[in-house]
């Protein structure tokens, strides 16, 4: 029984390390979702966590030019933000919110609220999953027939897991819920439209026809950060599994 475990907490500790690997990437690329541009290429943008990319068409010669990625902070103006106001009034609404991108810029942009709930959410799973990643390792450091010490381990390593793959389903739901927001935001300004207008019936004629633009002049599609966090959530699964095979081995070789 003692080595059924052992290879219990050697798969979970594989298949963590792999859950690791892939949320901690897909944490630091920009890839999570693509709006494709259906006919200009250079106006495609990459969104991530905690960045938003889009393609510059750069001229080399008259029948020559390149196309590079430039990524900034995914941070906007919102509605009320008054330090830029004079600042953005004069650009157009694709224009508006690069003003957030230099360093020294003077508006005070920030993330949305979306963006906060994805940033919070990526970092809690990513620590409690390496929390959960130290407990089972320190494992292999405890005498195997010390029972008790194996069996409060693994519970509170249970919990972290737990908590782990919650944080990262409502990472994804999030995320799913909010797949065009950037786009919106970012392209066609749409909070800032919003807000100059105090009629609800030319508020929804305004969504409507920023949502249809939008469906016309792109395409939007996940990319593959976001394929590693679902991989990564299954992966937290199979683990926890594990991790609850595992403990009802210690039980029963301690009642054995």
Same mark, same amino acid.
Not at 100 to 104: E, F, M, Y
Not at 212 to 227: E, F, P, V
């Given at each position: 029984m003692i080595e059924t475990s052992r290879i219990y907490l050697t798969s979970g500790l594989v298949l963590l390390i792999l859950t690791l690997i892939f949320h901690f990437v897909a944490m630091g690329y920009p890839r999570?979702?693509?709006?494709?541009?259906r006919e200009k290429n250079e106006k495609t943008i990459t969104v991530g966590i905690f960045h938003r990319c889009e393609n510059l068409l750069v001229y080399i010669a008259p029948t020559m030019n390149k196309t590079y990625s +430039?990524?900034?902070?995914?941070?906007? +103006?919102f509605p009320d933000n008054k330090d830029c106001s004079d600042l953005q009034n004069p650009l157009s609404y694709e224009a508006k919110h690069r003003v957030?991108?230099?360093?020294?810029n003077p508006c005070h942009c920030d993330y949305s609220s979306i963006?906060?709930?994805?940033?919070?959410?990526?970092?809690?799973?990513?620590?409690?999953?390496?929390l959960a990643f130290l407990l089972m390792f320190s494992h292999l450091l405890i005498n195997s027939f010390k029972y008790q010490i194996?069996?409060?381990l693994t519970a509170i390593t249970i919990v972290l897991l737990l908590l782990g793959l919650i944080f990262i389903l409502i990472t994804l739901i999030l995320f799913g819920s909010s797949l065009l927001y950037d786009l919106y935001q970012y392209h066609f300004d749409l909070n800032n439209r919003l807000a100059a207008y105090s009629k609800q019936e030319d508020k929804n004629n305004l969504r409507f026809?920023?949502?249809?633009?939008?469906?016309?002049?792109?395409?939007?599609?996940?990319?593959?950060?976001?394929?590693?966090? +679902? +991989?990564?959530?299954f992966l937290t699964?199979?683990?926890l599994i594990t991790q609850i095979l595992y403990l009802i081995s210690i039980y029963r070789n301690r009642n054995g």
């Open positions: 999570w979702k693509t709006y494709d541009h +430039i990524c900034d902070y995914n941070k906007y +103006i957030c991108h230099p360093i020294d963006t906060k709930g994805l940033m919070a959410c990526t970092i809690i799973a990513a620590c409690t999953l390496s194996h069996f409060y026809n920023v949502t249809q633009q939008a469906k016309n002049d792109y395409h939007t599609r996940l990319d593959w950060a976001a394929g590693l966090e +679902i +991989i990564a959530l699964s199979f683990t």
